[in-house]
């Protein structure tokens, strides 16, 4: 399946040494309008912090495919994995460059199911009832990934673990904490955010915040 990623892809900084070696102007360069530059991992969160024990996890790829498939905790940690060094931005206006997480390519979790050819949109859901909704093309190709670690250690409840999904070509919201599962449709359904008027799409570079901009 493959041979239906057809979006380039976000692949991030692998190494390097950060953006303490770079000019203003490059720094500059890397943060999109609007926002300001960040040292810290602001917390935020629409509810409560689940703490799912590991030995009830599970994470679940269904709807518009032959099968759906899932995977323990275990069976998670098996999939090829990678590291990935990306700039985050959130939709409250601060962005953080240079996150260093490790996780599963979205990619490597549907190489596993056989897809619908009218699948066209993926809604994630997670524990708490959380969900948002993004174009299948804004997550193939090495552009989302589930991180379970962040900055070497185990991602902590409240910035997601034990796993989240990270899409750092948008606002922050759309990288789902807590995630429990990925459902393909062929409609786009607007997920917990985006149904109280954040915008669709949540592209930061367009500062596409809320609804009508």
């Known amino acids: 399946m493959s041979g239906r990623f057809v979006t380039r892809g976000f692949v991030g900084r692998r190494g390097g040494t950060g953006a303490g070696s770079e000019s ?5 360069s890397r943060i999109p309008p609007g926002q300001y530059l960040t040292r810290d991992f602001p917390v935020l969160s629409a509810g409560p912090t689940p703490r799912t024990p590991l030995d009830r996890w599970s994470l679940r790829v269904e709807g518009l495919v032959r099968e759906p498939v899932s995977w323990t905790w275990k069976e ?13 931005s959130c ?7 240079d996150m260093r997480w490790r996780g599963v390519s979205v990619d490597t979790l549907l190489e596993r199911v056989e897809l619908d050819p009218s699948a066209a949109f993926l ?4 524990d708490g009832g959380y969900t948002t909704n993004l174009p299948l093309g804004d997550v193939l190709n090495g552009q989302a990934f589930v991180a379970y670690e962040y900055d070497g250690r185990p991602l902590s409840p409240e910035h997601g673990g034990p796993a989240r999904l990270v899409v750092p070509g948008r606002y922050f919201w759309k990288s789902a ?4 599962g990925l459902r393909l449709q062929a409609e786009d359904e607007p ?9 669709n799409r949540g592209d930061q570079w367009r500062e596409e915040r809320y609804s009508g901009d």
Do not use: N, Q
Not at 24 to 28: I, P, Y
Not at 91 to 97: I, N, Q, S
Not at 123 to 126: E, K, T
């Open 191 to 199: 997920g917990f955010w985006e149904s109280l008027g954040y915008h």
């Open 123 to 126: 809604v994630a859901w997670s």
């Open 76 to 88: 998670f940690l098996a999939l090829p994995v990678r590291d990935w060094v990306v700039d985050i």
């Open 24 to 28: 203003d102007a490059e720094v500059a």
């Open 177 to 180: 904490k807590w995630i429990r």
């Open 91 to 97: 939709v409250t206006k601060w962005t953080k460059l």
